[in-house]
């Protein structure tokens, strides 16, 4: 194959994981690492946000979650905009509106203009990992090299996933919040340069009809959901948005039935095991990345923390979403889904209340409370990094063959609709107290979803073999 002058080799990629290779795939992966990192990194800085923008625990969940709600939108329809456009194409424009949208962040000056930047984020981010994951496959059509570069792409994320906050935290206590923004700028204008030198364009042979109306549906009745979380102290305006969500909700199933190419397939909704398997994908969402939002903060309010010590501390949590996977992968082989997700749950339930006796310790809050926290986050990790990675793989194996690839998308609608209703939730139960017994209700409610998810594991089956 040909490539360009300013290369000093010229290999096929598909033969040899040489320099090129690695360095398509770690191009191709950054797009991943972002798009984790803005995510993670953020949680550090959010109460410096409410000070800085005079915006309360509602108004800063709506940071998370107007990126969440916006990135579980477009990435249902990135898919089929990649395969009709280009997969590089998508790539460039997302990474495109990424750093624009990165850019108004920044400099946003109410928390209204921070919520549409951060959706901006999010539309920007499902374009550009899709764009990059799909280019993936043209980029290296050995199937050992593709296997390779996803497990970079993968190791990529995770370090986002486990390092983002500390990151987070030191480039807050240097620069300001402002900062974590800023930093996606020389990542994106690498990648700009680097994608049409790297990866070549492809599309699909036929194209997949997109159901705007039904997108629309699906993205107000989660975000009129969101919004009922939120307004939980308003019982007038809790019960209409939950109303308004619920009745959008049917529209989108009713829609969905009697259509040939439906985003979710009615098959899988009434499917028990896949059922299962999405209150698994909320309690986890909820019971640690939603957790992981408000942690900070709670670090600050019992522990006298700052954002950079804040930041370290979240290594707690953090790290074992980067070497634990691979251990529960080994750990579904061997004891079977039921047994296998049911004890990592076990750890989340575990973790919280323990987080949730650390936060009634105090005040004054001493260095046994703080130990208390620390275990109780270290449990909390280690549960989600043993669940986590493994669901999808579970959804895909245990739906029906027909209905495997939807099922994916499946997986991503629970993830980002648990962790945003989770945000939303926690952000309503917790307490503006000075101290960290205001957290209590946050963690125990955190111990109750994975209690739910604890007995939704009693639908999977023990096989961890067994396929449809």
Not at 92 to 118: D, E, H, K, M, Q
């Amino acid at each position: 194959m040909t490539i360009s002058r300013d290369l000093s080799v010229t290999v096929d990629p598909s033969v040899a994981w040489d320099r090129r290779a690695r360095l398509t795939a770690g191009v191709l992966g950054l797009g991943a690492f972002l798009t984790q990192f803005d995510v993670t990194a953020l949680v550090v800085v959010m109460p410096e946000i409410g000070r800085d923008l005079a915006v309360g625990l509602p108004g800063l969940a709506w940071v998370i979650d107007a990126y969440s709600l916006a990135f579980t939108a477009a990435l249902l329809a990135a898919g089929a905009l990649a395969d009709r456009y280009g997969r590089r194409r998508s790539l460039l424009v997302g990474n495109a509106v990424f750093i624009t949208a990165s850019l108004a962040c920044a400099l946003a000056s109410t928390a209204p203009a921070l919520w549409a930047a951060r959706a901006g984020q999010g539309i920007g981010s499902a374009l550009l990992i899709t764009g990059a994951l799909a280019s993936i496959a043209a980029a290296f059509p050995d199937a050992s090299l593709r296997a390779r570069a996803y497990a970079l792409i993968g190791i990529l994320s995770g370090v986002a996933m486990a390092l983002g906050p500390t990151l987070g935290g030191l480039l807050a206590a240097w620069l300001g919040w402002r900062a974590i923004f800023l930093a996606n700028v020389l990542p994106c204008a690498f990648i700009a340069l680097a994608v049409p030198r790297l990866a070549g364009e492809g599309r699909a042979a036929s194209r997949t009809p997109i159901d705007w109306p039904g997108l629309v549906l699906l993205t107000c009745a989660l975000g009129f959901a969101i919004e009922g979380c939120l307004q939980a102290r308003d019982p007038v305006r809790c019960l209409v948005s939950l109303a308004a969500g619920l009745a959008l909700a049917l529209a989108f199933a009713w829609r969905q039935r009697g259509r040939p190419h439906p985003l979710i397939h009615p098959v899988l909704v009434s499917d028990r095991t896949v059922q299962a398997i999405v209150v698994l994908l909320i309690a986890v969402s909820a019971g640690y990345w939603a957790v992981l939002v408000y942690l900070p903060a709670f670090l600050l309010a019992a522990f006298g923390l700052d954002a950079q010590a804040a930041g370290v501390a979240l290594l707690a949590a953090t790290l074992p979403m980067l070497v634990l996977p691979p251990v529960g992968g080994r750990r579904v082989q061997s004891l079977g889904w039921r047994r296998a997700f049911g004890s990592a749950l076990v750890l989340i339930v575990v973790g919280n209340g323990v987080l949730a006796g650390a936060s009634l310790a105090g005040p004054p809050a001493g260095t046994p409370a703080l130990v208390g926290a620390l275990a109780g986050m270290v449990a909390v990790g280690a549960g989600a990094a043993l669940a986590h990675p493994q669901l999808s793989g579970a959804i895909v194996a245990l739906a029906r063959s027909e209905t495997a690839g939807m099922a994916s998308a499946v997986t991503m609608v629970a993830r980002q609709g648990g962790f945003a209703l989770g945000v939303a939730a926690l952000g309503v139960l917790a307490s503006t107290e000075s101290n960290g017994a205001g957290y209590a209700p946050v963690f125990g409610f955190a111990a109750v979803t994975g209690l739910v998810g604890l007995a939704a594991c009693r639908l999977l089956p023990d096989d961890a073999t067994r396929q449809r």
